[in-house]
């Protein structure tokens, strides 16, 4: 079966640096996605991964290693406004979009 | 504003009701799609619509019928629903299916089944 695994919750300090991790086990590989999904709102398009490495865009980098099937998100100089859910979702042969359950990351001040 | 929105934001109802959610994009896509969320649970794709015609039907009872008349709108029609079919019900839209393409979604409608 297809699998996306990533933590159910994180905490983080305002200011500091948080990594987000996804693992997963598909039938094929078309890219990752990252989403993020405020309370009560819908999720927005963070960023996509296809190639191995880091993507950098502002305070969010995202890195992938198909080889370990394995993703990381990672937030840095954490504001108040990054407490969300953060979802992982990978588009598998078939351009399904496989989807993880999400983390509820919260910030304390 | 993802640019597709979604109505009701809000729904209750009983299980012999029938009632629809009705999403719209304002993006010039032509994929459509219904999820379900539940609380800690991945979300559940339920319909794929790509140029008006259904793609995707993943194993979804027969209570839940979509509708999609053109490539802007999408609904979705309910009907005896049960209490476990109480969730979030989020639409998204594309610009095709496939490869890369980013969706876009609307606020959900939060639905309760009493």
């Known amino acids: 079966g297809q699998n996306i695994d990533q933590p159910t919750e994180m905490t983080a300090t305002e200011g500091a640096i948080v990594q987000i991790n996804c693992t997963y086990q598909?039938?094929?590989?078309?890219?990752l996605f990252w989403y993020q999904q405020h309370a009560g709102e819908a999720p927005t398009f963070l960023s996509y991964?296809?190639l191995d490495g880091l993507e950098e865009k502002g305070r969010f980098s995202s890195f992938l290693s198909r080889s370990k099937g394995y993703s990381y998100l990672l937030l840095k100089e954490l504001q108040m406004k990054d407490s969300a859910s953060y979802l992982c979702?990978?588009?598998?042969?078939?351009?399904?979009?496989?989807w993880g359950a999400g983390t509820k990351l919260i910030i304390k001040p | 504003e993802t640019g597709v929105t979604q109505t009701p934001r809000h729904l209750v109802m009983g299980m012999t009701n029938k009632k629809s959610l009705k999403c719209e994009q304002h993006?010039?896509?032509?994929?459509m799609y219904w999820y379900k969320q539940s609380a800690k649970k991945p979300l559940e794709l339920m319909f794929v619509?790509?140029?008006?015609?259904?793609?995707e039907n993943n194993s979804v009872p027969s209570r839940f019928s979509p509708e999609c008349p053109n490539s802007s709108h999408l609904f979705l029609h309910l009907h005896t629903l049960q209490p476990e079919d109480s969730a979030l019900y989020l639409c998204?839209?594309?610009?095709?299916?496939?490869?890369?393409?980013?969706?876009?979604f609307g606020p959900g409608t939060r639905l309760t089944v009493l």
């Open positions: 998204a839209s594309s610009q095709g299916t496939g490869n890369y393409n980013e969706q876009f």
């Open positions: 993006l010039g896509h032509n994929a």
């Open positions: 619509y790509n140029f008006k015609e259904q793609t």
């Open positions: 598909t039938s094929g590989f078309n890219g």
């Open positions: 991964n296809v």
């Open positions: 979702a990978v588009l598998d042969s078939n351009y399904q979009l496989i």
